[in-house]
C-alpha cells in the first residue's frame, strides 16, 4: 500500500514523559501558530528521568510508531530531555524520512550569557548521566563551570501538581548547589534542563532572587521546528492540539488550561 505523501495540513507529533513537554507545546503554539499538534503525556510511564535506558528508548519508539501510523505525522518533537538523550539518534536512524527536532539542556545560551562564568544546571538522572550530555558539557569545556544536580522527583512532583512538594524539592536541589547571584563565585545563570522545570519557575525565582537567569529551551526548539518542516500549515485559521494520555486525563486536561489556556479534548491513550 503506498503511503500518503506528508502535506501541510498533517500534525507535528510532540511527546513527553507527562505534562512537562507542555512547556515546549507553548512555545511551538506560539511559533506556529497555524500548524496542528497531536501531543503525547506517556504519564503512565513515567519518570523517565529515573528509569534506565531501555525503557525511554522503548517508549519513544513505541509512541513514534503510533504518532506515525495512527496520526501521519509530519515532524516529531521529543519534548523531553531524557528522551532525546538516550533515543534521538535510535529514532533517526529507524525514522530517516521523519524529521525529528529534540531538546537538550540550555548550556550554550547560557553560556552567552552569565557573567560569573558559573552554572547551574538542573536536570534528571538519566538526562546528566548520558553520552550526549557529557559531550555537550565538554564541547564548551573552558568557558564555564557546570553545577550539575540531578533532581529526582522533581518532574513527578511538578506532574501531579504537589506545590508543597516542589517548592520543598527546588529549595533542597538549589541549595545543594551552592550560592547564587550575580557576584564573582556565584552561579547567576540557571539551566532548566527537564521540560517539566519551566512549571516551577516562579518558585525558583522566589527563592533565588530576580538576578538570577532562568533559562529553558522552548524558543529555541520552537524556532528549530519552523527551520526543519518540509511544509508549514498557512491560512486564516489557527491549528488544532490533540491531547493524548497514558495516565489520568484530568491531570494533563487541568495542566493544560492551566499553563496554556488550552481548552481541547484530553483521550486516554491505551499503550
Ligand atoms: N520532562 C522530562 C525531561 O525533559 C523528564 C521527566 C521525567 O523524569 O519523566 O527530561
Given at each position: ?55 525511554v528508548i522503548a517508549r519513544a519508539r513505541t509512541i513514534t ?44 545560551p547560557a553560556v552567552a550569557q552569565s557573567q560569573t562564568r ?154
Open positions: 500500500m503506498a503511503t500518503e505523501p506528508y502535506s501541510s495540513k498533517h500534525p507535528i507529533g510532540v511527546f513527553d514523559s507527562g505534562i512537562g513537554g507542555l512547556s515546549i507545546l507553548r512555545a511551538l503554539r506560539l511559533e506556529l501558530p497555524h500548524e496542528n499538534f497531536v501531543y503525547v503525556a506517556d504519564s503512565g510511564h513515567a519518570p523517565y528521568g529515573e528509569r534506565d535506558d531501555s525503557h510508531a503510533y504518532l506515525q501510523a495512527k496520526h501521519h505525522i509530519k515532524a516529531l518533537v521529543m519534548a523531553c530531555n531524557t528522551a532525546t538523550a538516550a533515543a534521538i539518534h535510535l529514532l533517526r536512524q529507524a525514522h530517516p524520512e521523519l524529521p525529528i527536532i529534540g531538546v537538550e539542556p540550555a548550556l550554550k558559573r552554572i547551574g544546571v538542573m536536570a534528571t538522572r538519566g538526562t546528566l548521566g548520558s553520552v550526549k550530555f557529557r559531550s555537550l558539557v565538554e564541547s564548551l569545556a573552558g568557558q564555564a563551570d557546570f553545577i550539575c544536580q540531578p533532581c529526582d522527583g522533581l518532574a513527578d512532583a511538578i506532574e501531579h501538581q504537589d506545590a508543597i512538594k516542589t517548592i520543598a524539592l527546588c529549595q533542597h536541589y538549589t541549595r545543594a548547589m551552592g550560592a547564587f547571584g550575580t557576584q564573582s563565585g556565584q552561579i547567576d545563570t540557571l539551566v532548566l534542563g527537564c521540560t517539566h522545570y519551566p512549571f516551577a519557575r516562579d518558585h525558583l525565582i522566589q527563592q533565588l532572587g530576580p538576578d538570577v537567569r532562568l533559562i529553558d529551551n522552548g524558543e529555541p526548539v520552537a524556532r528549530q521546528t519552523r527551520r526543519v518542516l518540509p511544509q508549514l500549515a498557512s491560512g486564516e485559521t489557527l491549528g488544532q492540539c490533540l491531547l493524548l494520555t497514558t495516565g489520568e486525563a484530568a491531570f494533563v486536561k487541568q495542566a493544560a488550561q492551566h499553563w496554556l489556556g488550552l481548552e481541547c479534548r484530553v483521550d486516554s491513550l491505551i499503550d
